[in-house]
């Protein structure tokens, strides 16, 4: 029987060891699969990847990718991965797809999704996701990845929203209303925070956080076309109204001047860390994030809930996320690439990073997404805003962030910032 067992464990052992082997053979730093496979599929990706720098979430995406592969083994996956610099990234891919250079298959953002689309770059993914899929997904993600013609031009695979977090032990009651947000950020400065912080320096997130206040009174950004129309008429009167908000929350305190410093979500976490501030405008990502950096108890004392309106019926939020397309006109790489996000990041990797899935389904399929803190950033996203799926979005974004800086630090007046931003997004505009 000794003998037996010690056969058992040696067995044992040699066949996990084969499985690490067949893992490091099919997985490298920059390649998944078999060297020596016939079909190769180039890949570009962000961290969403075996390259995320938490060794965890590498280890997980690694043995998906392993998985994956598994499945298709004709294939093999030449992986490249981008920097931070996401804009530049971004921009340089468009560059080279519209050469005729770009990876097979990549990640694309969301928000610039539709500049890749207006180039005629991106390939047909309609074939390889059913009916069933595709009325699955929340209404803003189902336009934003179908083109004029309602051809699916990319999958997008993981959404977020944004909302207002609160120290409980401070701020008891969930502002409704501006006119609450305001006045629960006074009462918290009178209790020895900083006030309300947000995003508004120079960066993408300060535009995007705001505009749920401009989205809530109905302003547009572009018409149909896809041309600016956030600087004139009743559009003009709407943005006005939400600038001037967010003016008079620095103005009178309820927010601190420092706020035009405040270009990175980690700042705020920061500040929640050190007790500085009871109220942020953050991303749903950042409750497990508080979860990980407080103590129990002082995390119990941190809740969420919607951004406050205009007036408590109004109500908006900004929802943003990565797709995964293909740049191919190979019709077996175009194939594979539908197929990577099908079976890596749509559910898997949704589950693995804790990143909200963009199927309603998909809340119910994974224990991680039953929390009634998911439960209830489901039922925000039925209503949330993306980005508008125009070509012109990255310069308005621009613009408003050099405004914003000028009004909440005083240099320039609302309407003459309003007018300056608005006049170089057309100069722009008449140069696509």
């Known amino acids: 029987m000794k003998r037996a067992m010690i056969s058992a464990l040696a067995l044992s052992t040699i066949l996990f060891s084969s499985h690490a082997i067949l893992a490091q053979e099919l997985a490298t730093k920059d390649r998944i699969g078999l060297a020596d496979a016939p079909k190769t599929l180039v890949v570009r990706l962000t961290n969403d990847s075996p390259n995320n720098a938490d060794p965890a979430i590498a280890e997980g995406y690694q043995k998906l990718y392993v998985d994956f592969i598994k499945k298709h083994p004709d294939w093999k996956l ?14 340089k891919m468009l560059e080279q797809a519209k050469a005729g250079n770009a990876p097979d298959c990549a990640a694309v953002d969301s928000f610039v999704l539709a500049q890749f689309m207006v180039n005629h770059v991106l390939a047909d993914f309609s074939p390889y996701f059913s009916k069933e899929e595709v009325d699955d997904l929340f209404p803003f993600i189902r336009d934003g990845i ?3 013609d309602k051809t699916i031009r990319a999958w997008w ?8 977090y609160r120290n409980k032990s401070i701020v008891a009651d969930a502002p409704q209303t501006w006119d609450d947000l305001k006045k629960a950020g006074i009462a918290s400065v009178g209790q020895g925070m900083e006030g309300i912080l947000f995003n508004a320096g120079r960066y993408e997130g300060s535009t995007f956080d705001w505009l749920a206040n401009y989205w809530a009174l109905g302003g547009k950004l572009v018409d149909d076309s896809g041309k600016p129309v956030f600087g004139e008429g009743e559009n003009k009167e709407k943005f006005l109204k939400a600038l001037n908000y967010y003016k008079d929350l620095v103005d009178s305190g309820a927010a601190p001047k420092r706020v035009t410093t405040i270009g990175n979500y980690d700042d705020l976490n920061a500040a929640a860390a050190a007790g500085t501030t009871a109220l942020f405008i953050g991303g749903n990502w950042q409750y497990a994030q508080l979860k990980v950096t407080l103590d129990d108890a002082d995390f119990k004392n941190w809740t969420f809930s919607p951004i406050p309106g205009p007036t408590a019926d109004k109500r908006s939020t900004g929802t943003g996320g990565w797709t995964i397309a293909s740049f191919s006109k190979d019709k077996d790489k175009v194939e594979m690439c539908a197929n990577l996000a099908r079976e890596v990041y749509m559910g898997p990797a949704n589950n693995l990073q804790q990143q909200l899935p963009t199927r309603k389904t998909l809340f119910d399929k994974y224990d991680v997404f039953k929390t009634e803190a998911n439960q209830t950033f489901a039922k925000a996203l039925v209503d949330g805003q993306a980005r508008p799926g125009a070509p ?10 050099i405004m914003m800086g000028d009004v909440l630090s005083g240099t320039k007046k609302p309407e003459e910032a309003l007018d300056a931003a608005f006049n170089a997004t057309m100069e722009a505009y008449k140069r696509l």
């Open 157 to 164: 695979w993981d959404t977020d929203l944004r909302v207002l």
């Open 146 to 148: 179908t083109d004029k």
């Open 78 to 91: 030449q992986m490249q991965f981008m920097s931070a610099d996401i804009g530049t990234e971004q921009a």
């Open 392 to 401: 012109i979005y990255p310069e308005i974004s621009n613009q408003i962030q």
